[in-house]
């Protein structure tokens, strides 16, 4: 069974980045991409931003273009996600899944649904004060 473990999280000021990470166990699947979602309280979970492997590059959801940096290790067993100029509305919990499958759309680019990711980490909360 593949595992996927968040760190990093924790309560930070307004205008403080904050860097967390996705620690993946390979051993059992083929990735497809590593992706971030977001929940916060009282509203559904929100893709943020993932990493594809087949095409070795991070994608972002529009709502994040320039604040949020996700990358991967040279080793392929953690994908950062990096948030500059942390604001309230960025408090939620942080997720990241994997998928080994294509579900649709252009090969390569990773799915923005929370339904096409079968492997979730348990998340790691994120709360910013103004």
């Known amino acids: 069974q593949a595992t996927l473990a968040e760190s990093g999280g924790g309560s930070v000021q307004a205008g403080d980045p904050l860097r967390l990470s996705c620690t993946i166990s390979?051993?059992?699947?083929?990735?497809?991409?590593v992706a971030w979602f977001r929940q916060a309280p009282g509203k559904e979970r929100e893709f943020v931003g993932a990493f594809s492997w087949i095409r070795s590059r991070p994608f972002y959801a529009d709502s994040v273009q320039g604040r949020f940096i996700i990358s991967r290790d040279q080793y392929e067993t953690t994908v950062h996600l990096q948030i500059n100029s942390l604001n309230p509305d960025d408090t939620a919990i942080y997720y990241c899944?994997?998928?080994?499958?294509?579900?649709?759309?252009?090969?390569?680019?990773?799915?923005?649904?929370?339904?096409?990711?079968?492997?979730w980490g348990r998340g790691t909360q994120v709360t910013v004060s103004s």
């Open positions: 390979q051993k059992f699947f083929s990735i497809y991409a």
């Open positions: 899944a994997g998928t080994g499958a294509y579900r649709s759309g252009v090969y390569g680019n990773p799915s923005h649904l929370a339904a096409d990711y079968e492997h």
